[in-house]
């Protein structure tokens, strides 16, 4: 058990619909990252945020949002789903931001989103 | 950019013999070097990270991992393998500077009685 929370577990949905997954990082931890995993693209970086702020950006589309709250658990919201959307996806925790050494990340089970 | 090459998707093996899966990446200068398994139904843990210094680093569970610059490699290996090392291995980059992972496909381990 890493320590970092995911819900839900799974999630059914249909196309055009918007969801919310949940992540309760580790205890200490500032940084929360979101990684996508599908069978088309691999695994992933979404985005990172440090203490409440975006810290970094990878191949998150425009559809895709994300927050970090003030007790630090993060929210990704995905809107205007569409099938491709189908995909693992995981959140990370680290303790700071990585800038200038690397911390490491330590990853929640995964919530598996299902776009029929 | 970076980037990471896992060439095999899947890799068989019997009880007791030894494994190396293969990575390869693409960066500009010496990245951080990881390498993750994920079990079914399970998150992602790392088995070990190369930042520096000695190019074969230990993991846990019998893992370990060399780096080879010229060969812009970091193979992981393990020399006997049981069956509960059954999984997928992911080896990723990240940069300097940065937490951002950037992962090759992952190789499907299946392990033969």
């Known amino acids: 058990d890493s320590g970092v929370t995911q819900t839900p577990k799974h999630l059914i949905t249909a196309t055009g619909q918007r969801v919310t997954l949940r992540c309760s990082p580790r205890?200490?931890?500032?940084?929360v990252y979101w990684y996508q995993q599908s069978l088309d693209q691999g695994l992933q970086f979404l985005i990172q945020?440090?203490?409440?702020?975006?810290?970094a950006k990878g191949n998150i589309l425009e559809r895709f949002s994300a927050q970090q709250f003030p007790d630090l658990h993060s929210e990704l919201n995905l809107s205007s789903l569409e099938l491709g959307d189908s995909a693992l996806y995981f959140c990370?925790?680290?303790?700071?931001?990585?800038?200038?050494?690397?911390?490491?990340?330590?990853f929640g089970p995964g919530t598996r989103l299902t776009v029929l | 950019a970076q980037s990471v090459t896992q060439p095999d998707i899947h890799i068989t093996v019997s009880e007791g013999a030894s494994l190396e899966l293969r990575c390869n990446y693409s960066?500009?200068?010496?990245?951080?070097l990881f390498w993750y398994v994920q079990s079914p139904g399970q998150g992602l843990q790392l088995l070990l990270k190369?930042?520096?210094?000695?190019?074969l680093v230990q993991g846990i569970k019998g893992f370990e991992a060399e780096f080879k610059r010229s060969q812009s490699s970091f193979n992981l290996r393990k020399p006997s393998v049981h069956w509960s090392d059954a999984a997928e291995y992911f080896c990723?980059?990240?940069?300097?500077?940065?937490?951002?992972?950037?992962f090759g496909g992952g190789t499907r381990l299946m392990v033969k009685p």
């Open positions: 960066y500009g200068a010496t990245p951080y």
């Open positions: 990370a925790s680290s303790v700071s931001s990585g800038a200038g050494a690397y911390n490491e990340q330590f």
């Open positions: 990723a980059v990240g940069p300097l500077g940065g937490n951002m992972l950037t």
């Open positions: 945020y440090y203490n409440g702020e975006e810290r």
């Open positions: 205890s200490g931890d500032l940084s």
């Open positions: 190369y930042f520096s210094g000695d190019t």
